[in-house]
């Protein structure tokens, strides 16, 4: 069964080719990954989804602003990425 952010970036990325996604790289094998960035390239806006598990919830921040949201399905993390990335 794939994790609920193996959807969103399979899903996001047939959708918005264009959209960069990298997972936190950590330093110690111990610290928690569960960091990934989506950008689009030649925007300066990154969203950032946070979740240990890779499982929802996800907690969704922006560089544009210092709100915080929880997406508690893929479909709402994916209209969250796509809201804040302007697609």
Do not use: Y
């Not at 569960?34 to 979740?51: A, R, T």
């Not at 919830?57 to 602003?65: A, G, K, R, W, Y």
């Amino acid at each position: 069964m794939a994790r609920d952010i193996d959807t969103i970036i399979d899903r996001v990325s047939r959708t918005h080719p264009r959209i960069s996604v990298q997972q936190l790289r950590v330093a110690h094998s111990g610290d928690d990954a569960g960091i990934w960035f989506f950008k689009v390239p030649g925007q300066p806006n990154e969203v950032h989804l946070e979740s240990s598990t890779g499982m929802c919830p996800f907690l969704i921040e922006s560089t544009e602003t210092d709100s915080r949201a929880t997406a508690a399905s893929v479909e709402e993390a994916i209209s969250s990425l796509e809201q804040l990335l302007c697609l």
